[in-house]
């Protein structure tokens, strides 16, 4: 019985969670600070002994509230008790008769809401207290009067929740013009498809969808100007215009970075990829921020963007970030008479010199309190200390090469080993390549030509790295050269071992991919043409 009531609280808990999201514009005009705030109901939810109603404000005024709502459709029920502050606040007594016809009038508009939320438009609310309207000017006296006659004033509430609405138009249009904007999101990918349920939820995630939409489009400064929402109710059906103004397509800025305090200035700013001038993208800046978070060093990192451009049409991104504390300690034990104990101990530190370099120290003693069977001549002592050390960023040749300038020495040289591996995969769908052979054989024509320019024309393949990676340190380009040229394949065939080791990686984890054959996954027919037609031939003659 009690794991069943707990589950109840959390059903209820989620429709609260729910309704507090979609009606909270309409939160503000129920507030006293004698009502209990949202997280006070949430713990309400799950105590088992539910207190009385609480009288203990001046001039509490106790009610009793009941519902009738037309039909029996469960959800709309549930949309219109969790968004009625007379349901959930009712163990709070209100401060007097106004109290009550506050709360009593604030629960029209929120239970109105409730019914948007399931696509009901002709609704109608219709609340009762004293046996009266709480916008008559006599309800305040019949409040009082009920409350002294019968104690606890009842309260109705009556909902016919009409019918239910379907998605009629969808337009996206410019402010400006109100002509259709070409970038705009289908009505599919806005969730607002014609003759679908017309929910106000989906309405608030179509807006989030076009804005994020245009804002993955390089317009920083998108925003929803205003909606026009258009209820036909002979057809019961809703038209919905959205008005939006995309502001200027613009590009990255410069990047300021601020709340380093152990950290070296320039830690974070070597990490940032993006660079000036390129193209503004909220992609790209999650992938930023998740990047730099991942370091031990950094507890939090928040990009703000510029509320306008440069004089340069620029977009300026502020990093915030918050450090973490460098060093940390810990220890356990644990006893076991039949396992033995163990006794552990640790010590980190998670920025040694400041450039994000971590240091873990480990040490574990163990023992037995008497001889193992299996081993009776063993030592019933045990001991493990361990060190760990990273150092952020060893694993491009760019660092590979500051990792030399260190002192480090090459243990393992896995591309000498020449172990078949397809590392970089062109891909495309069979179809494309059916419909598509000329151009793709073009294609690998190109691209063979682009891999004998880079490794016989180091100097221009070194303009074209530092163009696009903007790497200007000519000892690291040419060692990246020099370290890819090693690795890459001149006939550009695909080795099948090499896709038959992918296979067995994988294969613990997709036990298809155990019974795949390697030939299935690549398509011989274009590096076969490549030699056979002698092109590679002619183009690696003499080289």
Request: charged residues 25%; glycine residues 6%.
């Amino acid at each position: 019985m009690r794991r069943s009531s707990q589950a109840a609280n959390m059903d209820a808990l989620r429709r609260v969670g729910i309704c507090a999201v979609v009606a909270s514009p309409l939160l503000a005009s129920d507030a006293h600070a004698n009502e209990p705030t949202f997280f006070d109901r949430v713990i309400a939810w799950f105590n088992p002994n539910k207190a009385a109603p609480d009288t203990s404000a001046p001039d509490a005024t106790p009610y009793t509230v009941t519902f009738e709502i037309a039909g029996s459709e469960r959800s709309v029920r549930s949309a219109v008790t969790d968004a009625s502050n007379l349901e959930s606040l009712k163990r709070q007594a209100p401060a007097g008769a106004a109290g009550l016809i506050r709360r009593a009038v604030a629960d029209r508009d929120r239970i109105l809401a409730a019914l948007y939320t399931e696509g009901r438009y002709a609704g109608t609310v219709t609340i009762i207290v004293a046996g009266r309207s709480p916008d008559n000017a006599t309800t305040y006296d019949a409040v009082n009067a009920a409350a002294r006659r019968t104690g606890p004033v009842p309260v109705k509430v009556l909902v016919e929740p009409g019918p239910v609405f379907k998605f009629g138009a969808v337009h996206v249009l410019d402010t400006t013009g109100r002509r259709p904007l070409p970038d705009a999101p289908t009505p599919k990918q806005m969730r607002v498809v014609e003759g679908e349920v017309a929910r106000a939820t989906d309405i608030a995630v179509a807006e989030r969808v076009i804005v994020d939409t245009l804002r993955g489009s390089g317009h920083p400064f998108a925003r929803i100007a205003a909606k026009d929402l258009v209820a036909n109710h002979a057809t019961r059906t809703l038209d919905v215009t959205f008005l939006v103004q995309e502001g200027k397509v613009a590009t990255f800025g410069t990047f300021t970075v601020s709340g380093t305090q152990r950290l070296k200035p320039d830690f974070v700013e070597e990490r940032i990829d993006i660079r000036p001038g390129e193209p503004y993208s909220p992609e790209r800046l999650a992938k930023l921020r998740k990047r730099l978070a991942e370091y031990e060093a950094i507890a939090s990192v928040r990009l703000r963007e510029a509320d306008k451009l440069d004089p340069n049409g620029q977009l300026p991104i502020s990093i915030e970030v918050t450090e973490r504390e460098p060093r940390y300690l810990g220890f356990g034990a644990n006893y076991s008479a039949t396992d033995g104990s163990v006794v552990n101990a640790y010590w980190g530190h998670r920025n040694l010199f400041g450039g994000g370099e971590t240091l873990r120290l480990d040490a574990q003693v163990s023992w037995f309190d008497r001889a193992s069977d299996a081993v009776p001549d063993g030592d019933p002592f045990g001991y493990k200390v361990a060190a760990t050390f990273l150092m952020p960023g060893i694993y491009t040749p760019a660092d590979d090469l500051v990792a030399q300038r260190l002192g480090f020495k090459v243990i393992l040289d896995i591309t000498a080993m020449k172990i078949p591996f397809a590392s970089t995969v062109l891909v495309s769908a069979r179809n494309t390549v059916a419909r598509k052979q000329p151009e793709l054989t073009r294609f690998m024509h190109a691209y063979a030509e682009a891999v004998h320019y880079f490794i016989t024309n180091r100097e221009g393949a070194s303009q074209v790295i530092a163009k696009y990676t903007k790497v200007q340190d000519r000892e690291v380009l040419n060692y990246a050269i020099e370290t890819d040229a090693k690795a890459v394949q001149r006939s550009l065939e695909v080795d099948p071992k090499g896709v038959e080791l992918i296979l067995g990686l994988i294969s613990k984890s997709v036990p298809q991919a155990a019974s795949a054959k390697p030939e299935d996954f690549y398509d011989a027919r274009f590096f076969t043409e490549l030699k056979d037609s002698g092109f590679l031939k002619r183009l690696w003659a003499g080289n």
